[in-house]
């Protein structure tokens, strides 16, 4: 614990460099919690180590800037050994003094709650005092939300909300930031079977979402697969395949949403590079499909891809 800490402490986000060279992309994953043995005994759930090991080492080879992960990072958030078998599989990010920006997860608040939390502010300590926030990244504006309405009052939600529309219209007129991303564990669009669309995003965030000129992208996990569509202009992803037993997702007529990814109605694993780019952002996804043999990291490929322009403003 105490090298999480001391890592934590020395963090620094790199940037581009004096000679110009590209910035490295940001990678993003979701839900890689393990599957519990209640779940797999009597729900019939798949369990996903060998696949959540093979996506994280295939990722963690890449070069990237920073980490987003979309939440439940972890089973139960009171359990120890579900915090130290996540400490095992994100050390070689930390080792490198990358940056994590967490997006809670309902799992994060499993269990007790305050011993939950604690486990949770150990590894991320700026969440102690508020667990939404949000920086600049390569004139990126990045907003990571808390969307587990249920732990909130209404006055604290409330709170949230006021906040996110105050960071958007200072991102807006900051002419260091050129494009707005939001990260949220819950996703407002799926055609899940067992999930819903969180409605009450739609309600509280998404007016503001659609009204902000820099606004791009909302990016979700909590859904374990992926799902890509598009409204009012904007691009939402929902990439919840990191590891946790995949979910089978509504086909044809009765999808609630149309998917802009033409795939299975049960996704490959999966994890995001997004690649800030002169005048646009380049997203890549890379999927592993369940049935890969052993150790075949070969099968771990680009599975969708987009471009996408970031605002023009005068």
């Known amino acids: 614990m105490a090298g999480w800490l001391c890592t934590l402490a020395l963090i620094a986000l790199r940037f581009i460099d004096a000679a110009g060279e590209p910035q490295l992309p940001i990678a993003v994953i979701g839900d890689t919690q393990?599957?519990?043995?209640?779940?797999?005994?009597?729900?019939?759930?798949?369990?996903?180590?060998?696949?959540?090991?093979?996506?994280?080492?295939?990722?963690?080879?890449?070069?990237?800037?920073?980490?987003?992960?979309?939440?439940?990072?972890?089973?139960?958030?009171?359990?120890?050994?579900?915090?130290?078998?996540?400490?095992?599989?994100?050390?070689?990010?930390?080792?490198?003094?990358?940056?994590?920006?967490?997006?809670?997860?309902?799992?994060?608040?499993?269990?007790n709650n305050q011993q939950a939390l604690a486990n949770l502010t150990a590894r991320f300590p700026w969440l102690a005092n508020r667990r939404w926030h949000a920086r600049i990244h390569d004139r990126l504006g990045l907003l990571a939300i808390d969307s587990n309405i249920s732990e909130y009052s209404e006055a604290d939600w409330a709170k949230q909300a006021a906040w996110f529309d105050s960071t958007l219209r200072k991102m807006e007129a900051n002419p260091n930031v050129r494009a707005v991303l939001v990260f949220s564990h819950h996703p407002p669009f799926t055609n899940s079977t067992t999930i819903d669309d969180a409605a009450y995003l739609a309600k509280s965030f998404l007016p503001n979402f659609f009204a902000s000129g820099k606004t791009i992208a909302f990016i979700s996990g909590h859904v374990h697969g992926y799902e890509r569509f598009a409204a009012n202009g904007r691009t939402f992803i929902v990439s919840g395949g990191g590891g946790g037993p995949r979910l089978r997702l509504y086909e044809g007529k009765k999808a609630r949403?149309?998917?802009l990814f033409a795939g299975p109605a049960i996704r490959p694993f999966n994890y995001l590079l997004l690649y800030p780019e002169s005048g646009r952002l380049r997203i890549e996804v890379m999927g592993l499909d369940k049935t890969a043999p052993a150790g075949a990291q070969s099968q771990i490929r680009l599975i969708d891809k987009m471009t996408i322009p970031y605002p023009q403003h005068e």
């Open 34 to 111: 393990r599957t519990s043995k209640l779940e797999a005994i009597f729900m019939f759930r798949e369990e996903n180590d060998r696949e959540r090991e093979l996506l994280l080492n295939h990722l963690f080879r890449a070069k990237f800037d920073l980490l987003v992960h979309l939440g439940d990072m972890v089973f139960d958030g009171t359990s120890a050994s579900e915090w130290k078998e996540f400490d095992r599989l994100f050390a070689p990010v930390l080792a490198q003094g990358i940056s994590v920006i967490p997006a809670v997860g309902n799992h994060e608040y499993w269990g």
């Open 257 to 259: 949403h149309q998917d």
